[in-house]
């Protein structure tokens, strides 16, 4: 059995007003959950938190990955572990090509394993970044702009993905990988993550719309509302979502006397 | 990380690898201060024919009757009368290393310049407080006729030569620190690059100060003839002291027609040293000249590499690196001066500040009347690590001439939380992110250096940042 990102009874609050609000979730290697909520139900926060976002401060709960205290750990170290969010947004780096960008970041990996490592041979790297754009049918240009730098909205999130590819990581955050994407472009994107799911890798598709959904086939749908995951199910879930949004939800969270 | 524990950990880095001092073995050092007498004693020392001797006395006046500038950063902790102005390292000057004497010898290993000079260089020369102690060019470069000497070697050796140019492209009136260099300068080099010879590796002087309050004085004249091609690269270290340092260099080039010449300077000097250099280029007919100026040393530093463009087609560039920490300043920029027509010049100016440090880009443009069909653009960004550092811009331009084409763009921009956590999230650790950020933001002028000075720029830069991001 592969590794484990066990979220438990997570309390998060931004600048001292409480966003989540008590979260449990459970995501193996080698399964696909998605995790869909209405915007401000706190899944970016979820997805910060779980990456260690300095802004994000955590007041209570547990996060253990693969039987390791997260919460111990510094974002560099969290990724070095095998944990990887794709941004919503993210963030340009003017003057750091994509291909330097990469090989400095298998580069901390090695040198996290073996501070007297090299690095890895320039050959080595090039057809291991050729191989893994293929993958995702970049073209091998991309290689040589700068990082997220004038790119448009469909641009940056297959560089989320290539990084994804590169990086290998265990368990994937995605967090809104598909807002603000044209359908070809979602489609690109989607397909990107299929192909790099198997038994090795666990993903955590976050969204707020189903469409996403029809390329990443998750086996766990999450619901959050203010804060709380309030229903889990198979896929069905998205899809009754879908044709009734949240309402429902609601009545039944306020009709279990929350409110 | 508190902030004193983080500059603890780049003095520590700057100590092991550059603020390391040799006991001083001098063979002669000239008593403190300055006066007649110790310009007099200079001359002597080196031979040197009358002609020189009145011209170093002349300037001593001239520099007595300048005032200190109070336009830029702040120079009243340099007091003269602290300062050794001359300081020889040896009795005379080697042409192999087995010649250098053993002590000085090992700090240029450490430094690792005889390595570099095997590996990739046409040429190398030493500067060890007040003189070269090693220059040496290769072979074949010397049969095609190109001169590559010490600066007192050049005088000697090439007197005629030496006398056209010397003091015509920066006058001893130009400003105070150059007439006090023309009064008491000492080492540098004296290059000259015969018509069409092609110096394909850069030729390198390094230049080392080991003993405490002491003054350095370089003086380089670099002809490039017509058709030629020379790329000169000078790096900078020194020990560092409680006391004041003064490195105040002049460097004098001329480039003829259809020749081509970059000058770059890797400055590292510990933060106890006043650097204030004059360094200018004249630029003939289709000839062009860049100056690729990095400061990352220095406690004060004002320096700004101009380019005169003497006659239609000349081109000049400067690629200005600044970087300041905590207690020091960076007034660097650059000027372009469009003297003919058709003459196009580029100055890209950044600059980067942490720990409180500040930096300024100083420059100007200024095209004359004649100087119609002149283009040019100027482009300076600041990019601060904290928000207790400051970067200031002070772009002059005076354009009298209708017809040009100008461009300039100014930016600050500071390292945002945000890029620290995208590439930290990537694996990186914060020290090697904000490096990141650095490079980035660095990278169209690091993209120009030759491979072993954009790897040791690189270098240089992520030690700057140890544990200066957080």
């Known amino acids: 059995m592969g590794a484990a990102l066990e979220i438990r009874n997570l309390h998060v609050s931004v600048e ?14 080698g399964e696909v959950h998605a995790l869909m909520g209405p915007n401000g139900s706190g899944k970016s926060t979820l997805a910060n938190t779980l990456m260690g976002h300095p ?89 040589g702009r700068y990082l997220n730098e004038g790119f448009s909205g469909g641009e940056k999130k297959r560089a989320e993905i290539l990084q994804m590819a590169v990086l290998e990581p265990r368990i994937a955050v995605m967090d809104e990988t598909d807002s603000g994407l044209d359908i070809d472009a979602l489609r690109i994107v989607a397909e990107g993550v299929g192909r790099l799911s198997g038994p090795d890798l666990g993903v955590l598709v976050i969204t707020h719309y189903q469409r996403i959904l029809n390329y990443i086939q998750p086996q766990f749908v999450h619901i959050m509302l203010e804060g709380q995951i309030v229903e889990s199910g198979g896929p069905e879930l998205a899809l009754h979502l879908e044709e009734h949004g949240y309402d429902w939800l609601r009545e039944k969270q306020n009709g279990t006397g929350e409110a | 990380m508190s902030d004193a524990e983080q500059i603890q950990g780049i003095r520590e880095s700057y100590e092991e690898q550059y603020g390391f001092s040799d006991p001083d073995t001098y063979v002669f ?50 007091r003269e009368e602290d300062i050794y102005f001359f300081v020889r390292p040896a009795e005379k000057e080697g042409q192999s290393w087995d010649d250098v004497p053993e002590n000085i010898k090992r700090t240029f290993d450490r430094l690792g310049i005889p390595e570099a000079e095997q590996k990739f260089l046409a040429g190398a020369g030493a500067q060890y407080d007040s003189e070269m102690v090693y220059h040496r060019v290769r072979q074949e470069l010397e049969d095609q006729g190109v001169i590559f000497k010490s600066i007192e070697a050049g005088l000697r050796e090439h007197e005629d030569l030496f006398r056209e140019y010397f003091g015509t492209v920066i006058p001893a009136h130009d400003n105070k620190y150059a007439a006090l260099n023309a009064a008491v300068w000492s080492g540098g080099s004296f290059i000259y690059v015969p018509p069409g010879v092609k110096i394909e590796m850069p030729l390198q002087a390094y230049f080392r100060l080991n003993s405490a309050s002491i003054g350095q004085f370089e003086r380089t004249i670099i002809i490039v003839d017509e058709g030629a091609y020379l790329h000169y690269v000078e790096g900078c270290t020194a020990p560092t002291y409680t006391t004041e340092s003064l490195h105040s260099g002049v460097i004098e080039i001329i480039v003829k027609r259809g020749a081509r ?17 004059t360094q200018r280029a004249m630029v003939y007919g289709d000839a062009s000249h860049e100056w690729v100026d990095a400061n990352l040393g220095s406690r004060v530093t004002m320096k700004y590499p101009s380019v005169y463009l003497m006659e239609p087609g000349a081109h000049g560039e400067v690629l200005s690196i600044a970087f300041a920490g905590r207690g020091q300043t960076q007034d660097a920029g650059g000027k372009a001066i469009h003297v003919a027509p058709h003459t196009t010049s580029q100055i890209i100016s950044k600059s980067i500040c942490k720990d409180g440090g500040r930096s300024s880009y100083r420059g100007l443009l200024k095209v004359h009347p004649d100087a119609d069909h002149s283009k040019s653009t100027v482009v300076c960004d600041a990019l601060l690590l904290d928000d207790h550092s400051e970067s200031d811009t002070y772009p002059y331009i005076e354009i009298e001439s209708p017809l040009v084409t100008v461009g300039h763009e100014a930016t600050v921009s500071k390292v945002g939380d945000d890029q620290l956590f995208y590439l930290m999230s990537r694996g990186l650790t914060e020290d090697e992110a904000g490096a990141m950020v650095v490079n980035g933001f660095l990278e169209p002028l690091t993209k120009e250096l030759p491979m072993e000075y954009s790897i040791e720029m690189n270098r240089l830069i992520r030690l700057q940042m140890e544990g200066s991001i957080g």
């Not at chain 1, 001292?16 to 290697?29: A, F, K, S």
């Not at chain 1, 501070?115 to 240009?141: N, V």
């Not at chain 2, 002609?51 to 109070?70: G, H, N």
Request: charged letters at 25%; hydrophobic letters at 40%.
């Open chain 2, 29 to 78: 050092r000239a008593r403190k201060g300055l006066d007649e007498e110790i310009v007099a004693q200079i001359s002597e020392m080196k031979g040197e024919p009358q002609w020189m001797r009145d011209y170093r006395l002349k300037a001593l006046e001239i520099y007595r009757s300048k005032p200190v500038p109070t336009w830029g950063p702040d120079l009243s902790a340099l």
């Open chain 2, 261 to 277: 010449s970059r000058y770059t300077t890797i400055q590292n000097w510990s933060d106890n040293v006043y650097n204030l250099v």
């Open chain 1, 16 to 29: 001292g007003q409480p966003i989540l609000r008590g979260v449990n979730l459970t995501v193996q290697q």
């Open chain 1, 55 to 143: 802004a994000y401060e955590i007041t209570a709960g547990q996060l253990i990955f693969d039987g390791v205290d997260l919460l111990e750990l510094e974002t560099d170290e969290r990724s070095r572990l095998g944990l990887f969010m794709a941004f919503q947004y993210p963030v340009a780096i003017p003057g750091v090509t994509v291909a330097n960008f990469l090989r400095n970041a298998i580069n901390a990996r090695r040198r996290a394993e073996n501070p007297e490592d090299k690095g890895i041979p320039i050959p080595a790297f090039r057809k291991l970044m050729t191989e893994k754009m293929d993958m995702i049918q970049m073209d091998h240009s991309f290689a």
